[in-house]
Nanobody, 113 residues
Framework: QVHLVESGGGLVQPGGSLRLSCAASGMDFSIRTWGWYRQALGKQRELIEYVGNIPIYMDSVKDRFVISRDNAKNMVYLQMNSLKPEDTGVYYC?????????WGQGTQVTVSS
């Protein structure tokens, strides 16, 4: 069965950095396009960016967030720099449209002074 486990979230001050990790299992990880998504409180989940040479991203984070993957470890990462309060939300990993797995629990990121 498919499992998506996000981790690395927490409380960080504005301007700080945080690195999120996503451990995926139960699927052929390497053949899928992976991305990170964010859901702010009371709002819908939104795509942040896909990993690799896929120029689809959320404008508000494109200069501050870097997505990467490690196929050997079935891991997806999100390096977040220059964090802002509006980055607060629950962060999830999943595949691109057309084939989505069951969402994991996500990891909470709170940016506050």
């Amino acid at each position: 069965q498919v499992h998506l486990v996000e981790s690395g979230g927490g409380l960080v001050q504005p301007g700080g950095s945080l690195r999120l990790s996503c451990a995926a299992s139960g699927m052929d990880f390497s053949i899928r396009t992976w991305g990170w998504y964010r859901q702010a409180l009371g709002k819908q989940r939104e795509l942040i960016e896909y990993v690799g040479n896929i120029p689809i991203y959320m404008d508000s984070v494109k200069d501050r967030f870097v997505i990467s993957r490690d196929n050997a470890k079935n891991m997806v990462y999100l390096q977040m720099n220059s964090l802002k309060p509006e980055d607060t939300g629950v962060y999830y990993c999943n595949t691109a449209p057309g084939w989505r797995f069951q969402w994991g629990q996500g990891t909470q990121v709170t940016v506050s002074s």
